[in-house]
């Protein structure tokens, strides 16, 4: 049973300072996404990594994928108050010819002034 | 409006009303999903559709019907609801083979008192 953990689970930071997320998972699989989550909103994609060495950027925020090593880590650079919000990370998990994704329970990320 | 939308946002009933979550896509992604979210919990995936007519349980299906006749809908029965379905329900779509990045609708809250 693919098994999906990302730590830490809660996440205070600083404006200004750096830090990341990981997103560790239990069997093999290529194929990882990332997604953001405002408080009483949707989830938003945010990166869609599909393979090993795989890294994608955007402004702050990037992530990068190991597979070898079933890792994802998502790295904030230089917070600011914006970047508050929780992060969830989902792994592919192809079953019996049905595609589905295992989230993580998310990081919620708060960023203070 | 393009892309897909969940009605009716917010919805309160009795214990023991059947009540139907509407999810609409105009992607004509394959794949559809259903998914409810709940504090320490994550989100935790009731139905999927691969297809028209072809529906499937996810982790936690026990007081849900789904169907799905048409593509571009899927609509998420509780046939008779209890307190403990009080969440919030997003639905999500996919176009799968090989394609899984999930997007998301706008979520419903659910009540039910």
């Known amino acids: 049973e693919l098994k999906v953990e990302q730590n830490p689970l809660f996440l205070s930071m600083q404006e200004g300072k750096n830090y990341t997320i990981y997103c560790n998972y239990s069997?093999?699989?290529?194929?990882l996404y990332w997604y953001r989550q405002d408080p009483g909103k949707s989830l938003e994609s945010l990166f869609v990594?599909?393979?090993?060495?795989a890294v994608k950027q955007e402004g702050r925020l990037m992530a990068s994928l190991d597979t070898k090593a079933r890792l994802s880590t998502l790295h904030i650079t230089a917070a600011v108050h914006d970047l508050s919000a929780t992060y969830f990370c989902?792994?592919?998990?192809?079953?019996?010819?049905?595609?589905?994704?295992?989230f993580g329970k998310g990081t919620k990320l708060t960023v203070n002034p | 409006d393009a892309g897909i939308t969940q009605s009716p946002r917010y919805k309160i009933t009795e214990t023991g009303r059947q009540v139907t979550l509407m999810c609409h896509q105009t992607?004509?992604?394959?794949?559809m999903f259903w998914y409810r979210q709940d504090l320490g919990h994550g989100l935790r995936l009731i139905y999927y559709?691969?297809?028209?007519?072809?529906?499937d349980k996810g982790e936690v299906p026990d007081g849900y019907v789904v169907s799905r006749s048409k593509t571009e809908n899927f609509p998420l029965t509780l046939e008779s609801a209890t307190r403990s379905q009080t969440s919030v329900y997003f639905c999500?779509?996919?176009?799968?083979?090989?394609?899984?990045?999930?997007?998301f609708g706008p979520g419903t809250r659910l009540t039910v008192l």
């Open positions: 999500a779509s996919s176009v799968g083979r090989g394609g899984n990045e999930q997007f």
């Open positions: 992607w004509s992604h394959s794949y």
């Open positions: 069997t093999t699989s290529d194929r």
């Open positions: 990594l599909l393979s090993n060495g």
């Open positions: 559709s691969a297809a028209a007519d072809i529906t």
């Open positions: 989902a792994v592919d998990r192809y079953q019996g010819g049905s595609e589905k994704l295992v």
